[in-house]
T-cell receptor, first 115, second 113 residues
């Protein structure tokens, strides 16, 4: 079974703090993704990575950065957390077979609250 | 600009009846369409997909229909079971260097026992 784990289920941070969200997958997948889920907005892609040290912006990258130093680990960084970054953050991974049906496997999510 | 839309935020269905979840899209370049199911406090899990060159794909109780001329797809669940109660996300994929995915806003399905 593919397993995608996220470092925290719940996180509370203060405005201006630097926040690290960690994601690890155990299936040797090339692709990894960070989404945020907000009511009425669905899942929106923040960043994704298709290889180690490679990254590409998604639809809402502002205020975020990412790091992928090892294939199994993809980190999302909030340089200076703001209240509008309060959200559910979901990490996903998928193999790169060249098909658009590559199943994305999601972690359980991290609910981040910024006060 | 929401390229993938799920216009019904919620749906209630009696156990044993059919559940129909709808999804509309605007981009003709999407190659595949996928449905994911999400339970509370869990990440979404893949349910079923369909290629843009097909009009139907079936997997057990789940069938996805694609109407390309109307840019519309639907997920049918027959018969519905209480365990199907979840949020369902429609997603579409397209190729731009690598495959990327756009998700809809989700429909919360409640199956009543």
């Amino acid at each position: 079974d593919v397993k995608v784990t996220q470092s925290s289920r719940y996180l509370v941070k203060r405005t201006g703090e630097k926040v690290f969200l960690e994601c690890v997958q155990d299936m040797d997948h090339e692709n990894m993704f960070w989404y945020r889920q907000d009511p009425g907005l669905g899942l929106r892609l923040i960043y994704f990575s298709y290889d180690v040290k490679m990254k590409e912006k998604g639809d809402i990258p502002e205020g975020y950065s990412v790091s992928r130093e090892k294939k199994e680990r993809f980190s999302l960084i909030l340089e200076s957390a703001s209240t509008n970054q309060t959200s559910m953050y979901l990490c996903a991974s998928s193999p790169r077979t060249g098909q658009g049906t590559d199943t994305q496997y999601f972690g359980p999510g991290t609910r981040l609250t910024v006060l | 600009d929401q390229q993938v839309k799920q216009n019904s935020p919620s749906l209630s269905v009696q156990e044993g009846r059919i559940s129909i979840l709808n999804c509309d899209y605007t981009n003709s370049m999407f190659d595949y369409f996928l449905w994911y199911k999400k339970y509370p406090a869990e990440g979404p899990t893949f349910l079923i997909s369909i290629s843009s060159i097909k009009d139907k794909n079936e997997d057990g109780r789940f069938t996805v229909f694609l109407n390309k001329s109307a840019k519309h797809l639907s997920l049918h669940i027959v018969p519905s079971q209480p365990g199907d109660s979840a949020v369902y996300f429609c997603a579409a994929s397209y190729f731009s260097g690598t495959y990327k995915y756009i998700f809809g806003t989700g429909t919360r399905l409640k199956v009543l026992a």
